[in-house]
Each structure stands twice: as C-alpha cells, then as structure tokens.
C-alpha cells in the first residue's frame, strides 16, 4: 500500500442476532410514552394519531387490548 491512510479488510465474520419487537401501543399507552419522550400532551398526541389515521399511515386502537402472544 502506497498511502498508510489505505485500508484493507483482512477478515469478516458473520453473526446472527435475534431481537424483540417492541409491544405495541395501546390508545392508553401512547399518550403517556409521548408525553415522557416528546413532551406533547395527550390532546396533541390523540390529535396527531388521528391526522395519520385520516391519511390511512396507521391502523387506529380502537381498544385496549393486546394481541396474544406464543
């Protein structure tokens, strides 16, 4: 190598890494994580969440119940 600026690659390796999801939001949830991470007020936050269901971005949570899982 001319310049000692150059690099190479002298090996790789491969790993697999499994990750979890996060849950989903409840209508009840959300407000609160918004309100702790962002500062918004839960009006704001309900507001917001309807604008994007209006443009069909999200699903709406229509209940407080959470999917079952394995």
């Known amino acids: 190598m001319s310049n000692p600026n150059d690099g190479a690659v002298r090996s ?10 996060p849950k989903l ?3 009840s949830t959300l407000p609160a994580t918004a309100t702790k ?5 839960p009006a704001e936050v309900l507001k917001l969440v309807q604008g ?6 999200i699903t709406y949570p229509r209940t407080d119940t959470l999917p079952f899982t394995q």
């Open 12 to 21: 790789k390796s491969k790993k697999e890494k499994r990750t979890k999801f």
């Open 37 to 41: 991470k962002w500062k918004y007020s």
């Open 52 to 57: 994007l269901y209006n443009k069909i971005v």
């Open 25 to 27: 939001h409840a209508l």
